[in-house]
């Protein structure tokens, strides 16, 4: 009899644990439960709060270039970014121009900052602007931002052409303390150089891994002339054919030639009388493009004095080691010549980072040295 008393009170103490556990299981997963629905609906709610801008991809009048003589169109392409707010807020918006680099595409760079606006102005690293990009691609690959007699005025067409269109078409702050200008490669030259000549236009300026020449950054890069590019050029002239390379495109740029033959640019070696021969003084004009920034800096020293803020910068292992030189050199002349300016270096190569950089650096820098409304 004790022994029967004894199990049924060891089965009654196991019922009510098992009952108690049951509840305590009950209680968590009811808990957890809970608390992922909590957590979805504010997911589900931070995403209705993200809304995404617009993103016009336009071809517009580009008039700079219509005195080219290699059939550049006279209608280009630029991207425009509005932010969400834009539609309905009546307000006008600082406008930040971005460059892209020698043989990138536009269109590419407008469709991965218009989403990276999204996301910084969500989490209020931000805040709304307006962000173009402009083609630079010419039929040699790229235009540099410079105005030639062969290939067209290609700084007139960003500094005329692009921001005239833009202002008179979108609800902008028609001032250069709500306008930044910035670029890659190419573009970054393209950029420094425009701020130069146009702090009118222009108060902040960003230039990443851009191409610019120390001393000697020419012989060191890929637009070094040589003797051995006379065959092509005699190629080209026989032929009326572009060469349509980084070289040509430097040279139609810089070196422009519109009254030869093709391949349209002056260039430092000839053959005369069987010898191949150097001027130098069609070599200082090459050297000049990227580099001559001593001489460029006296000339402009004023014009940058006006800018808010400059910063340049350049990935450590850039595969173009006269990139970065060139970036440390004209940063140091910047300085001597008493233009405030920041030089950035980061872990990277020339290319891979330019997208993650720009929305994590570039667009929050704008946000932060333009005037809004």
Request: hydrophobic fraction near 35%; include cysteine; charge should be negative.
């Amino acid at each position: 009899m004790r022994r029967i008393i004894i199990i049924f009170a060891v089965l009654a103490v196991l019922t009510c644990s098992f009952s108690a556990c049951g509840n305590e299981g009950s209680a968590k997963l009811e808990k957890s439960t809970a608390q992922t629905a909590q957590q979805t609906k504010e997911n589900t709610s931070a995403q209705q709060k993200t809304k995404a801008g617009r993103l016009d991809v336009k071809d517009i009048p580009a008039p700079s270039l219509q005195n080219n003589i290699i059939g550049e169109p006279t209608t280009q392409g630029i991207t425009v970014y509005l932010p969400a707010s834009y539609e309905n807020s009546g307000k006008n918006y600082p406008v930040v121009y971005f460059l892209p680099g020698f043989g990138d595409d536009y269109k590419a760079y407008g469709d991965a900052f218009a989403p990276a606006m999204d996301r910084l102005i969500t989490s209020g690293k931000a805040k709304d602007m307006i962000v173009v990009t402009v083609n630079g691609r010419t039929a040699a690959g790229g235009s540099f931002y410079n105005n030639s007699s062969v290939t067209g005025n290609w700084e007139d067409f960003v500094v005329k052409d692009v921001v005239n269109y833009v202002d008179s078409n979108y609800r902008t702050i028609k001032d250069a303390n709500s306008r930044g200008i910035s670029g890659h490669s190419m573009g970054g030259f393209g950029a420094i150089n425009i701020a130069m000549h146009h702090p009118e236009m222009f108060s902040s300026l960003y230039a990443m891994s851009p191409g610019l020449f120390d001393k000697t950054g020419l012989s060191e890069s890929p637009f070094a002339p040589n003797d051995t590019y006379l065959d092509q050029i005699e190629s080209a002239a026989s032929s009326g054919q572009l060469i349509n390379d980084i070289v040509n495109a430097y040279g139609m740029a810089f070196a422009p030639d519109p009254k030869g033959k093709a391949p349209y640019m002056l260039f430092p070696y000839k053959k005369v009388n069987g010898k191949v021969m150097l001027d130098n003084n069609i070599l200082k004009l090459w050297e000049n493009g990227f580099g001559g920034i001593d001489q460029k800096i006296e000339q402009y020293k004023d014009n940058l004095k006006k800018f808010k803020a400059i910063t340049i910068e350049y990935g450590e292992n850039d595969e173009y080691p006269w990139i970065p030189r060139g970036c440390e050199y004209f940063s140091k002349k910047l300085t001597d010549a008493g233009i405030v300016n920041k030089l950035v270096t980061f872990e990277g190569d020339h290319q891979t980072l330019a997208i993650s950089r720009y929305e994590e650096f570039v667009l929050p820098f704008f946000s932060q040295q333009l005037t809004f409304q």
